[in-house]
């Protein structure tokens, strides 16, 4: 099925690539988006939803002194997240914390709490514990994985462990298995690779070029998403990790992200170069049972696993982000700074 956009719509005033669902924001549907001016001082951006659904209100603006290349929202406080960030030759990831009183300030300013110097190589992405408070945080730069222990209170965070990725890895990204806290996936340019965080060793991997992002599946033990370039959404069993259990067509040009809904599953949005964000129903392995009859409205619909096409953008579609609290609302990043943020109850039961 292919549509337009019926969304809300959010403009950036510089280009952006990376945006986060506040998860630790139980009362709003709110999401924090940075920017990446070459030129220009860098802005974030926390945004919410009106309680009425119908716009999206801008609550926080705060400078930021780089182009921010990751983003990702603290999931135990909602007013700290992650940036990892560049100027030129230089690069770094640091920890902030939006200042208490942010609305009633004139220009209320970030708080550094803390810098990730890893002292190694160009941090690519940061990933927090993927559920709960904790201390511990990754960084997965070009060359090694790092565990790190952050403490809030004295503003400061240590490198517990550390491993390279080998001679000739370059790693890109990653994800935090939510089922298996010791587990993280990291992507590079020809494989994906599984370590446990306990050994800090390598214990598998998935041979296949240019994997752009990986999601684990928060329903499903064992069960990892990649987008390739060429080969589209590959859905992945990762006790038998040589064929993928199932593959989606994803874009007509390179598949950027994908992210599983965290509450319906079997729900997957992807998103693009080609300007368009893909909304899919995987169907599931063999052995785990039929998915909810009540999570799609048609029985025609389980036959074509694209549910809709939102193409009303006009540039590549880097970010993507579900929400949490309503889980049936994501929201996605162009490019040229602009936020859409969309419903897919259309495409769900009408209980």
């Keep these: 099925m292919q549509g337009g956009s019926s969304g809300i719509g959010y403009g950036l005033k510089y280009q952006a690539r990376c945006i986060s669902d506040v998860k630790a924001d139980t009362d709003h549907t709110s999401f924090i988006t940075g920017t990446l001016s070459l030129k220009e001082e860098n802005e974030v951006h926390l945004i919410r939803l009106s309680s009425d659904g119908t716009e999206l209100v801008c609550e926080g603006l705060f400078s930021h002194p780089n182009e921010i290349w990751d983003l990702a929202s603290c999931p135990f406080d909602q ?29 209320p300013q970030l708080e550094r709490i803390t810098s990730l110097d890893s002292q190694v190589g160009k941090i690519k992405c940061i990933l927090w514990w993927p559920s709960g408070r904790h201390d511990k945080l990754i960084s997965i ?18 490198v517990q462990s550390q491993e390279s990725a080998g001679v000739m890895h370059y790693l890109s990204g990653g994800a935090w298995d939510p089922h298996d806290t010791n587990a993280v996936a990291a992507t590079c340019e020809s494989s994906i690779q599984f370590w446990d965080l306990r050994t800090m060793k390598k214990t598998n991997s998935v041979e296949h070029a240019h994997v752009r992002n990986v999601d684990y599946n928060p329903k499903k033990k064992h069960v990892l998403m990649t987008a390739e370039d060429e080969s589209g959404i590959r859905i992945w069993d990762l006790r038998k990790p040589k064929v993928p259990i199932q593959e989606l067509p994803g874009h007509t040009h390179w598949t950027w992200a994908v992210r599983y809904n965290p509450e319906y599953d079997g729900l997957i949005l992807s998103s693009g170069t080609d300007s368009t964000v893909n909304l899919w129903l995987a169907s599931p392995s063999s052995n785990d049972g039929l998915i909810s009859e009540s999570l799609v409205d048609s029985p025609t619909r389980r036959i074509d696993p694209l549910l809709n096409s939102y193409s ?14 309503e889980p049936w609302i994501f929201a996605s990043l162009s490019y040229d ?15």
Aim: proline share 3%.
């Design 79 to 107: 007013r700290i997240f992650s940036t990892v960030y560049s100027t030129g030759e230089s690069h770094g990831a640091a920890i902030w914390q939006i200042p208490e009183l942010y609305g009633e300030l004139n220009s």
């Design 141 to 158: 730069d070009e060359e090694n994985l790092s565990l790190w222990s952050l403490d809030l209170s004295k503003k400061a965070a240590q």
């Design 312 to 325: 009303d953008y006009e540039d590549s579609i880097y970010g993507l982000a579900w929400s949490s609290r």
């Design 337 to 351: 700074g602009r936020v859409v943020v969309e419903s897919v109850k259309p495409f769900l039961s009408r209980k």
